[in-house]
C-alpha cells in the first residue's frame, strides 16, 4: 500500500515520535528522518520521472511483516482485516479496522480507552468514533466509505487529538466541537464536501 508523503509525516509529528529540536523546525527534522529511512532502504519511494519530487512511499514487505509482528506481539498494534472474529483482550495503542464487514458489533467489545491511533480503510464500522477513546491523537478516516456527518458528533471529546484527516469522504459538515481541539494540528478536509469551517 502507497501512502502520501505528508500524510506520514503529519502522522509521526501527531504521534510525538519526532521530538523537537531547538535549532531546526520539527517538519525538518521529520523530512530528515524520512529521508534516512529511505537511504536505509526501510522505506521505497514510489518510482517518478526523474526530476519530479517523490510524494508516495511503501514500506518493504518484508520490513512490513517484522514490523507488524513486533508491534502486534508487543501489544502496541492490532489489526482488524477482513472477516476476522478475533479482538484484543488487552489494551492496544494503535488500531487499524482494514475493510471489515462485520458493522461494529465486535468493535463495542474492544476497550477504546487506551488507542492513540486509528485508522479505517475501506467501510467505517458504525459508532466507531466514540468519547472512550480519550486518548486519541490520530484519527485517519482517508478514503474511508459510509462514512456519515452523524459519525463525527463526539469528536470535539476526542481532547488529545491531533491529526484528523477526512480526505475523500462523503463529510459535507464539521460539527462545532470540532474547536474544542486545542492540540489539532492537521485538519485534511481535501477532496470532501466541506464548504466552510
Known sequence: HEIRHTRLLRRWMAEGYIAKNRDMPVEDVTE??????????????????????????????????IILS?????????????HSNEVPQSK???LVVSRWKRR????????????????????????????????LRVLDLEDTENLENDDLKHIGELYHLRYLSLRGTKISKLPSSLQKLRYL????????????L
Do not use: A, W
Open 32 to 65: 530528515r528522518f524520512y529521508n534516512e529511512l529511505i537511504n536505509r532502504s526501510m522505506i521505497q519511494p514510489s518510482k517518478t520521472s526523474p526530476g519530479v519530487k517523490v510524494d508516495r512511499c511503501r514500506v518493504h514487505g518484508m520490513v512490513l511483516q
Open 104 to 135: 461494529g458489533e465486535k468493535l463495542l467489545s474492544i476497550n477504546l480507552s487506551h488507542v492513540r491511533s486509528l485508522t479505517i480503510i475501506g467501510e467505517c464500522p458504525l459508532s466507531i468514533i466514540s468519547p472512550k477513546m480519550r486518548m
Open 92 to 94: 492496544i495503542r494503535h
Open 70 to 82: 513486533k508491534f502486534t506481539e508487543e501489544n502496541q498494534l492490532f489489526l482488524i482485516e477482513k
Open 185 to 196: 494540528e492537521t485538519l485534511d478536509i481535501q477532496d470532501t464536501k466541506v464548504t466552510q
